[in-house]
């Protein structure tokens, strides 16, 4: 757990040295070791053609692979070296060649500006300092292009600290709906058990 606090900034979270020693010691105890099913729902229920995709966080990279085998064009970003190392390898395994890039999202540099038209969000944003969600949205808007998606699940976990750090519905219209016009936002059924009830699906439209 890494605090900081200079008076000035304060920042409560992980630091990334934290989530490289979640991959070192193998305790990935967020990883579902499957895409997250209401994606899955969601992508049986609508028509969603495939595009040029970012998935910010990606972990192991489940999302990844649900898009790439879509025939979508996924981008995937992780700042920790053991969640680029799993990727790759399911990449191999599966005779794949995709995206990879080892950063921090919020330094995208600018040649990712309005280039994408889908990002897919799971389990990133309540990952983050609460005190950086500013700075997510603005990142989601500068790199999709106009009209591009926001899909994703937000973790309202009813608990204080974190990660995850909790989302309630007015947090996300709050923050989102300045640049994005919020599509859907409700409750999805189809949660893995130990979330069930805590996640918002949420479709945006970037204005
Ligand atoms: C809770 S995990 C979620 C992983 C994956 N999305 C999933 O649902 O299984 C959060 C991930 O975000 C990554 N992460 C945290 N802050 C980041 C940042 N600023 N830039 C890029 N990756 C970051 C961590 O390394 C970690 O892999």
């Not at 010691?25 to 609508?46: G, I, S, T």
Request: negative net charge.
């Amino acid at each position: 757990m890494h605090v900081m606090n200079d008076g000035l900034n304060i920042q409560i979270g992980y630091s990334r040295e934290d989530w490289e020693r979640h991959y070192d010691e193998k305790d990935l105890r967020w990883d579902l070791d499957e895409v997250a099913p209401p994606f899955v729902h969601l992508w049986e229920k609508r028509d969603i053609p495939p595009c040029r995709a970012i998935i910010p966080g990606c972990g192991a990279g489940h999302e990844v692979m649900f898009l790439a085998e879509k025939g979508f064009e996924v981008t995937a970003v992780d700042y920790s070296h053991g969640a680029v190392r799993l990727l790759e390898r399911t990449y191999e395994k599966n005779s794949f060649l995709g995206k990879v890039l080892h950063q921090d999202f919020f330094t995208l540099g600018s040649k990712y500006d309005e280039t994408f038209e889908l990002m897919l969000e799971h389990t990133f944003f309540c990952a983050i300092s609460p005190d950086m969600r500013q700075d997510y949205v603005e990142t989601a808007n500068r790199i999709l292009k106009p009209g591009g998606s926001l899909i994703g699940l937000f973790y309202e976990t009813n608990e204080s600290g974190g990660p995850p750090f909790n989302t309630r519905r007015e947090d996300i219209t709050e923050l989102f709906s300045g640049s994005f016009l919020i599509e859907s936002l409700s409750k999805t059924p189809h949660s893995v058990e130990q979330r069930r009830g805590k996640e918002w699906l949420a479709i945006f439209k970037k204005k």
